[in-house]
């Protein structure tokens, strides 16, 4: 009765602050609790592996390959010395890559006399080596060291004699290209079986023309006009001395040649013939 008096005596709005403090509490986190629940789901344990998104087309138009890193260890990682891939984890065999890059491996096909400088008459020969016809070499020599030389220079003075500088090839990257050599001259396994897993629709290990070209738009940095000539340029000539009997550039061929090794069958192939 007593308690009963003092209570009623309070004011209410200590009653209200005394008698309640719990209640209060509940409705504060109760409705969390309800949210958490109902309105936010986990997310699947395997979309952060996913290569596709929903609303963006074109990455299930390109696709990836998933078991790269089953099929090769560490595709991530680019290789300094060796080409590699799947069917070539040591890269090409029986080839001494002569402690250079990958991409310089590349060049010093048309180092003709191996004095580490190309100038232009190699890359005519080094061109009709491989089988390009009189007027294509001629022109491909000139524009090729035209473009190569000043960038590969080991000083600021231009060449007279337009030379190129295997050391410094790494300097002669152009853009809007495949990214299978990195800005060092390394060889990037991830990128280069990009090149298939994206644009082998008819064939997953080779490349029709229309798929190459396909390629070739789709690596389009924007506004880079020297790099959309150059990859043309580049793989156009390859497509032409290297496609198969069904106009295919199979896989093993374009890998030849950025190690340079499919330059040295072409030639020996040609001189056999």
């Avoid at 509940?26 to 290569?51: G, Y």
């Avoid at 390109?62 to 290789?79: C, G, M, S, V």
């Avoid at 190569?148 to 000083?155: A, F, I």
């Avoid at 106009?247 to 890998?255: I, M």
Wanted: proline share 8%; charged share 20%; with cysteine.
């Amino acid at each position: 009765m007593t308690l009963q008096l003092v209570v009623s005596s309070l004011p209410t709005r200590c009653c209200s602050r005394l008698a309640v403090p719990h209640l209060r509490r509940s409705c504060k986190f109760s409705p969390r609790v309800s949210m958490s629940s109902s309105s936010f789901s986990s997310a699947p344990e395997d979309q952060p592996l996913e290569t596709e998104a929903p609303h963006a087309p074109v990455t299930r138009e390109r696709r990836l390959n998933p078991d790269l890193q089953k099929q090769l260890p560490k595709p991530y990682l680019a290789r300094a010395l060796e080409a590699v891939d799947p069917s070539h984890p040591q890269g090409t065999k029986g080839r001494d890559p002569r402690g250079l890059s990958v991409l310089q491996q590349h060049a010093a096909f048309f180092d003709r006399n191996g004095d580490g400088i190309i100038y232009p008459w190699e890359t005519f020969q080094g061109l009709r080596a491989i089988g390009c016809a009189l007027p294509v070499s001629f022109f491909g020599a000139i524009l090729i060291n035209l473009v190569l030389s000043y960038p590969t220079q080991p000083g600021w003075l231009p060449s007279p004699l337009f030379s190129i500088h295997i050391k410094n090839i790494h300097k002669g990257k152009h853009g809007s290209d495949s990214e299978a050599y990195d800005t060092e001259g390394r060889f990037d396994p991830s990128k280069f079986d990009a090149i298939f897993s994206k644009y082998g629709q008819t064939h997953p290990n080779a490349l029709t023309k229309d798929e190459l070209i396909s390629m070739l738009k789709g690596n389009r940095n924007m506004y880079d006009f020297l790099g959309w000539v150059a990859a043309a340029g580049e793989w156009l000539l390859l497509y032409s001395v290297a496609k198969d009997k069904d106009g295919q550039l199979q896989r093993d061929t374009v890998r030849g040649a950025f190690d340079g090794s499919l330059f040295e069958r072409l030639q020996d192939n040609k001189k056999s013939s």
